[in-house]
């Protein structure tokens, strides 16, 4: 069975500052695919990045990086140089590679950037 | 222009009643999906539908049931609500399987 672990359920950060949230994932599908979310205090779900676990380089999107070590399954979001608007929820998510599949979402991890 | 759009975005209900959240997505997407956060906000899968058809029933009460015109629209119908279905329901689509889901802006369904 699949299984997502974000172990840290809250991170302070400065602005300007980068963090690193983590995750780590269980699966025994060969290909599969790595997601991060964000949700703000309004609510809604914002897709960050993806990585697929055949792509040799780390996705990077703006100031999101994936940091992406498939030997030890892990998943770990960076994010750089820390904006106030960056407080929110972020969540880790799974999917494998085959139709009639879903996102398994880890818990969330709650990143407060202070000025 | 929305992606993923629901209605309603609050609902209030009693116990026992029979309520509706409608979904609609623009983005030709063949997969539309049912999300339900408790909450912890935790987020978990419910139901699938590809090209109108039910690929993924999640172990839902079956007062759950979604439906599907087309592939456009996913609408989740519950009956006989109860205290704990209260929670935020979310649908998503994505082109394909090892893509990313788009989400709607969520529907807070509080039941009293």
């Known amino acids: 069975a699949q299984k997502i672990t974000q172990t840290q359920p809250g991170m302070f950060v400065q602005e300007k500052e980068a963090v690193t949230l983590d995750c780590t994932y269980d699966?025994?599908?060969?290909?599969?695919?790595l997601f991060w979310y964000k949700q703000p205090s309004s609510g809604e779900m914002i897709f960050l990045i993806y990585?697929?676990?055949?792509?040799?380089q780390n996705a990077t999107e703006g100031r999101y990086s994936l940091n992406f070590q498939k030997a030890r399954k892990s998943a770990n979001l960076v994010i750089s140089a820390s904006q106030l608007g960056d407080s929110a929820m972020y969540f880790c998510?799974?999917?494998?590679?085959?139709?009639?599949?879903?996102?398994?979402f880890g818990k969330g991890t709650t990143l407060s950037v202070s000025s | 222009d929305t992606a993923v759009s629901q209605t309603p975005k609050y609902l209030v209900t009693q116990m026992g009643n029979d309520k509706s959240i409608k979904c609609e997505q623009n983005?030709?997407?063949?997969?539309m999906y049912w999300y339900k956060q408790d909450s912890k906000k935790f987020l978990k899968i419910m139901f699938s539908?590809?090209?109108?058809?039910?690929?993924i029933n999640e172990t839902v009460p079956n007062r759950f049931s979604p439906k599907s015109p087309d592939k456009a629209h996913l609408n989740l119908h519950i009956n006989s609500l109860e205290l704990g279905d209260s929670a935020v329901y979310f649908c998503?689509?994505?082109?394909?399987?090892?893509?990313?889901?788009?989400f709607g802006q969520g529907t807070r369904l509080t039941v009293v």
């Open positions: 998503a689509s994505s082109i394909r399987a090892n893509t990313e889901a788009f």
């Open positions: 699966t025994s599908d060969p290909s599969y695919g």
């Open positions: 990585q697929g676990s055949y792509d040799q």
């Open positions: 998510a799974m999917r494998p590679n085959q139709a009639g599949t879903a996102l398994i």
């Open positions: 983005l030709g997407h063949d997969t």
């Open positions: 539908y590809n090209n109108k058809e039910l690929i």
